[in-house]
């Protein structure tokens, strides 16, 4: 199985067209993915959480996560660690900087809008109820031609935590037939099982990020390491020529608001 192709500078618009993806670099970026994970470890660790008990320094995000995944009981901590990460503004320093709206403007998209929260993903080790089948991100999203999906690992990664896989060159079938997944999480699945043989993993070093077109058939592998895998998932959509504007996202109430509602209620009553 060949490694996904690196791409260089002046070939990235030619090569992300006929292939849908293109790895780059962000340490050349204001804000970088390095910088990033070291500032969201920061954060955690200065916010006195009791339940993090946290005695060390940690470079990396993925770091951390896995330091408190080994102390915790049934993913206590780490999947309330999930749910606090997007609110952090240092997330949305990274997302809003030129270089990532210039690497945006690169492959297409013009006036870029969220297509969802961003995302900070923690793959526990051994961990398949999360496991995500084949797809393109285009079924949640449903939006502009050339919405993408940037990608990046928050701490080193190796074949052991399981790679992304992709499917070169799938984008062009446009959006293809899903149906509803009998198990697991993720709620759909391709009607027509994509040919594997075409896939390749992709091997990231740490401060490279994937660029890829929402239509790129892609899966992630499962992590069989002692560590847990952090990624950031970030998806655009393109407003520029829309018929009208619109949202593909909408904010809930958390579980920790739901609960303390529920309590307040009662002893309103």
Request: hydrophobic share 40%; glycine share 6%.
């Amino acid at each position: 199985m060949k490694a996904a192709a690196r791409e260089t500078a002046s070939a990235l618009p030619r090569n992300f067209v006929e292939n849908g993806y293109a790895i780059i670099d962000t340490n050349a970026f204001d804000l970088s993915i390095p910088a990033l994970s070291r500032g969201l470890a920061e954060w955690l660790a200065s916010c006195e959480f009791g339940n993090l008990k946290l005695n060390k320094k940690f470079e990396t995000l993925a770091e951390l996560v896995s330091h408190v995944h080994d102390g915790e009981t049934d993913n206590a901590v780490t999947a309330r660690i999930y749910q606090v990460l997007p609110t952090v503004p240092l997330v949305y320093e990274f997302l809003a900087q030129s270089s990532l709206l210039e690497t945006l403007n690169a492959y297409g998209i013009v006036k870029p809008s969220l297509g969802t929260v961003p995302l900070i993903r923690i793959d526990r080790p051994g961990d398949t109820k999360y496991a995500t089948p084949w797809h393109q991100d285009k079924w949640f999203s449903l939006s502009s031609d050339h919405s993408v999906v940037m990608w990046a690992p928050m701490g080193e990664l190796d074949a052991s935590m399981g790679y992304l896989q992709i499917i070169p060159g799938s984008h062009k079938q446009g959006i293809v037939d899903f149906k509803k997944r009998e198990t697991g999480r993720e709620p759909y699945e391709p009607v027509i099982p994509p040919d594997e043989s075409k896939s390749v993993p992709v091997a990231m070093k740490y401060g490279e990020m994937i660029v890829f077109h929402q239509d790129l058939l892609h899966r992630s592998n499962i992590n069989q390491s002692p560590r847990c895998r952090v990624s950031l998932q970030l998806r655009f959509n393109d407003m520029f020529r829309q018929p009208f504007p619109h949202t593909t996202f909408t904010a809930n109430h958390s579980e920790h608001v739901l609960t303390r509602q529920a309590g307040f209620l009662k002893n309103a009553g």
